[in-house]
């Protein structure tokens, strides 16, 4: 009985995720430097691995570029491999459109405005000031973004409350 009574947190953890990363956007980062992808998947808070580096040569990331990627661009992953090459061929390197404009959220609940950024295909992280976990999006309000509305952005950062009347 004491061992079962000691596994039920474990179970509990396990059955919960454990607290892993929450899953993000995407970012098309083919055709780029492996530095300067690498900067942009660690900004967005997502988890990366390459495939194609050995050795010695590995260790100076500008020498890479990133030829193509798993998942593609704009899809929720929490990881992504990155296939990289000395040179990418002949191919040109994708057109990259004008970043969309970002809504103005500021008051929104969390739930609506996350849905409004995935439906633009706008990346985004989401902070407390105290901490606490978001496990309710509706019950969050977005207090703050950063870049402002109506700025042309591909990712925004949320700060979200309870109650917003402190801003």
């Not at 992504?80 to 103005?104: E, H, I, Y």
């Not at 295909?121 to 976990?133: C, K, L, M, R």
Request: charged share 30%; with cysteine.
């Amino acid at each position: 009985m004491r061992y079962a009574l000691a596994l039920v947190p474990l179970l509990f953890l396990v059955g919960c995720g454990g607290g892993g990363r929450e899953q993000r956007v995407v970012p098309d980062v083919r055709g780029q430097r492996l530095d300067r992808a690498e900067r942009l998947l660690a900004d967005q808070k997502l988890d990366w691995r390459e495939e194609g580096t050995s050795g010695v040569e590995a260790l100076v990331r500008s020498n890479w570029k990133v030829c193509g990627q798993a998942p593609a661009p704009g899809k929720l992953a929490r990881r992504v491999v990155l296939r990289v090459a000395r040179s990418c061929g002949s191919k040109p390197p994708p057109t990259v459109s004008a970043a969309p404009r970002l809504p103005w959220l500021d008051g929104t609940d969390l739930e609506g405005a996350k849905e409004q950024l995935d439906a633009a295909g706008i990346a985004y992280s989401v902070d407390t000031d105290d901490g606490d976990p978001v496990l309710i999006d509706r019950l969050w309000t977005v207090c703050t973004q950063t870049p402002d509305g109506g700025t042309r952005a591909r990712f925004v950062e949320l700060r979200v409350a309870h109650d917003c009347s402190e801003y």
